[in-house]
Every structure is written in C-alpha cells, then in structure tokens.
C-alpha cells in the first residue's frame, strides 16, 4: 500500500504569492492533519480534518487555510506568504481522528524568497 | 500552547551503547508518542503509550509512560548506526485531536 503522498516534493515562492500544497492520505484513512516543522524544531499543528469536516486548528493566521476532499485527499492553501513561512510541511493520515497516533508523509519543503 | 522539553537537545554516542532520553510537560497528556525522523523525511511511529506506567518494547527501543502523566521516557539499547537521527515526542491532552510535539533530541552514533 502507498503511504501518505504529498507534492510537490520542493516549491520556491516569491513573497506575497499564495502557494497550494497537496496531500493523499493512506487508503482507508479519513482523518488528515498539516504540522509546519520549522528548521530546528518539532512540527507545530495547523489543521485537522476528519470525515471532511475541520476538527482542529492551530495557532496560525488565517492567511492558512486548508479543505478535505471526498476522496479524504486534503490541500493546505497559505496567502500572502511571508519569509517566515519557509518550512517543511508535513501531512498525516490516521483512520480514525487520530488520537493514536499518525503517519506522516515526507513532507513539501516551502521556501520564500 | 503546550511545552514539551525534551533533553538532551543532542547526543554523541558509541556504537553498541545504550541511550536514554526524556520529555516533559508542564500539562498532563492522555497519549505520548514517539517518532524518529531522519534528514528529508517525515517523521516516524516508533511507540505509542496510552495508560500512566506504561512500559512498552519495539524491538531494541522501550518507552515508558511517567506516572505523573507528565513526561515520557525512550530508551535505545545496543544501538546501531542507523538509529541516528532526530527523535520527537509528542502528546495528546485530554480534549482535543491535536497533538503537541518535543524539541526532538539529535542522535549521533559513531561506528
């Protein structure tokens, strides 16, 4: 079975540019999760989403947003990009809302210029 | 948010040595996971533990709960050059889905 897939792999962004980030969670999972891991530093929680309904959101402005599909896939979607964005962006899947853990993806390294 | 201190911040180890690290909040969590991540990936399960006192194995890798609910344990026993890497906890709090991560903890071993 595949595990979670995210693309791109790499993005280079101009400041002010908005940038969609994608997210295909493991078949059979219903619940995805966006964590931003800065360089350094543990992942940090954006967005929950189970069954296509939001179920957490962390503390990031509302120039993040993101949406789950009914084929569970997800998309993180950040406006106005600021330097301070560049990080990787990780997506997770679990069966169920995921308080037993996830299975995170490899990630989509953002970097504004 | 929650703080979740792991330490050491790094490690430099001999090869067949056994490692020992922590991680602690100042909340309580329900769940405590820990995940290795190495360079151009993403992070992965190691141990899941969901009861204070919990002691549990995966292979040469054994985690403990703490009985405070406060902090969790990972211990790495004969370890081998391909446990290098970057070692995170995280924890779940009593409400809520989202899942708060350590500082991580760098692992070097040398052959």
């Known amino acids: 079975d595949a595990g979670v897939t995210q693309s791109p792999t790499h993005l280079i962004k101009t400041r002010g540019q908005h940038v969609t980030l994608r997210c295909s969670p493991i078949s059979g999972h219903k619940s995805v999760s966006w964590y931003q891991q800065v360089l350094g530093q543990g992942p940090q929680f954006i967005f929950q989403y189970y069954e296509k309904e939001e179920r957490g959101r962390g503390n990031f402005p509302d120039r993040f947003s993101a949406r789950q599909f009914p084929n569970y896939s997800s998309e993180l979607n950040v406006n106005a990009l600021l330097l301070g964005d560049s990080a990787l962006y990780l997506c997770?899947?679990?069966?169920?809302?995921?308080?037993?853990?996830?299975?995170f993806g490899s990630g989509t390294r953002l970097t504004v210029v | 948010g929650q703080q979740l201190n792991q330490s050491p911040q790094s490690m430099f180890i001999q090869e067949g040595e056994d490692v020992s690290m922590n991680c602690t909040s100042s909340?309580?969590?329900?769940?405590w996971l820990w995940y290795k991540q190495e360079p151009g990936e993403g992070p992965v399960l190691l141990i899941a533990l969901y009861k204070a006192g919990e002691l549990t194995s995966n292979g040469r890798l054994t985690a403990q709960f703490g009985i405070t609910r406060k902090d969790s344990f990972l211990n790495i026993s004969a370890s081998i050059p391909s446990d290098v890497g970057i070692y995170f906890c995280?924890?779940?709090?009593?409400?809520?889905?989202?899942?708060?991560f350590g500082t991580g903890t760098s692992l070097t071993v040398i052959p």
């Open positions: 909340s309580i969590f329900n769940t």
């Open positions: 997770a899947s679990s069966r169920g809302q995921g308080r037993s853990g996830y299975t």
């Open positions: 995280a924890g779940l709090p009593n409400t809520g889905n989202q899942f708060y």
